[in-house]
């Protein structure tokens, strides 16, 4: 059980990490520099944050990698909004040693295997990527919510 103790752990951090809501447009950090939200800038003034060729390239060949190792992957929105479903359920659990905790132990195993391609993703990300990340996680969270 300490293996499945160890992937709900992660998987909640992810949760946290993916979902954390910033509703003010700036903030003052108490040295007294104002930290001003990307989205209140002129678009103009933001740097182009579409992929380049060789990106979008390098992650075609990655998911070819990936699908040959752990079969076919889900889109994006869907491993969000699997996660976050997942999330809650571990959020609402009160024993970790039942046998429904074992289910989405298993659940969980077999959605991060279906969302291999997004997992590492992370590791050399800008603050911009990360802001980007974070909206368009909303977004599927959103979209996700709408069409029930």
Same mark, same amino acid.
């Given at each position: 059980?300490?293996?499945?103790?160890?992937?709900?752990?992660?998987?909640?951090?992810?949760?946290?990490?993916?979902?954390?809501?910033?509703?003010?447009?700036?903030?003052?950090?108490?040295?007294?520099?104002?930290?001003?939200?990307?989205?209140?800038?002129?678009?103009?003034?933001?740097?182009?944050?579409?992929?380049?060729?060789?990106? &979008?390239?390098?992650?075609?060949? #990655? %998911?070819?990698?990936? @699908?040959? +190792?752990?079969? $076919?992957?889900?889109?994006?929105?869907?491993?969000?909004?699997?996660?976050?479903? &997942?999330?809650?359920?571990?959020? #609402? %659990?009160?024993?970790? @040693?039942? +046998?429904?905790? $074992?289910?989405?132990?298993?659940?969980?195993?077999?959605?991060?295997?279906?969302?291999?391609?997004?997992?590492?993703?992370?590791?050399?990300?800008?603050?911009?990527?990360?802001?980007?990340?974070?909206?368009?996680?909303?977004?599927?969270?959103?979209?996700?919510?709408?069409?029930?």
């Amino acid at each position: 059980m300490n293996k499945y103790t160890y992937i709900l752990f992660l998987l909640v951090a992810f949760a946290f990490g993916a979902c954390k809501s910033n509703n003010e447009k700036s903030e003052e950090i108490s040295d007294g520099i104002e930290v001003i939200d990307k989205d209140s800038l002129d678009p103009m003034l933001v740097e182009d944050t579409t992929k380049k060729v060789h990106e &979008i390239k390098e992650h075609q060949e #990655n %998911l070819k990698v990936i @699908e040959k +190792k752990y079969g $076919e992957q889900w889109g994006f929105c869907e491993c969000v909004v699997a996660n976050d479903s &997942i999330d809650r359920a571990v959020k #609402n %659990l009160v024993d970790f @040693e039942s +046998k429904q905790a $074992e289910k989405l132990l298993e659940r969980f195993e077999y959605v991060s295997t279906k969302c291999q391609a997004f997992l590492g993703m992370d590791a050399n990300r800008t603050p911009e990527e990360r802001i980007k990340h974070e909206k368009r996680v909303k977004k599927c969270l959103k979209d996700a919510k709408t069409a029930k």
